[in-house]
């Protein structure tokens, strides 16, 4: 088992900046993908972003691209996510995931979920 435990989130105005933090604990010997989704008042869970094990590859959604960054630190079984120019739209729950296998541009593997932090983006 691997529990999640995102921090971070809160309110902020458009074109500012937020990063989110996520701690794993558990079992984080095994080399998981790390990843971000949010979910959006009365939408879908939507993939925003992934990492490999070793941080060497990473993904994103279309709709953040060149505004989001993902990376992790192993030694502190972190993985951050760093959101500039946030946009009103960007709006929406927050999860850290873990997963295992390759990942794409819309979606990867999960098999364990975080609870979630909440991101407002103000205009």
């Known amino acids: 088992q691997v529990q999640l435990v995102e921090s971070g989130g809160g309110l902020v105005q458009t074109g500012g900046s937020l990063r989110l933090s996520c701690a794993a604990s558990?079992?984080?010997?095994?080399?998981?993908?790390m990843g971000w989704f949010r979910q959006a008042p009365g939408k879908e869970r939507e993939f925003v972003a992934a990492?490999?094990?070793?941080?060497?590859?990473?993904t994103y959604t279309d709709s953040v691209k060149g505004r989001f960054t993902i990376s992790r630190a192993n030694a502190k079984n972190t993985v951050y996510l760093q959101m500039n120019s946030l946009k009103p739209e960007d709006t929406a729950v927050y999860s850290c995931?873990?997963?295992?296998?390759?990942?794409?541009?819309?979606?990867?593997?999960?098999?364990?979920w975080g609870q979630g932090t909440q991101v407002t983006v103000s205009s």
């Open positions: 995931a873990a997963g295992f296998g390759p990942f794409t541009t819309t979606s990867m593997s999960v098999a364990y």
């Open positions: 990492v490999s094990w070793a941080g060497t590859s990473t």
């Open positions: 558990g079992r984080t010997s095994i080399s998981y993908t």
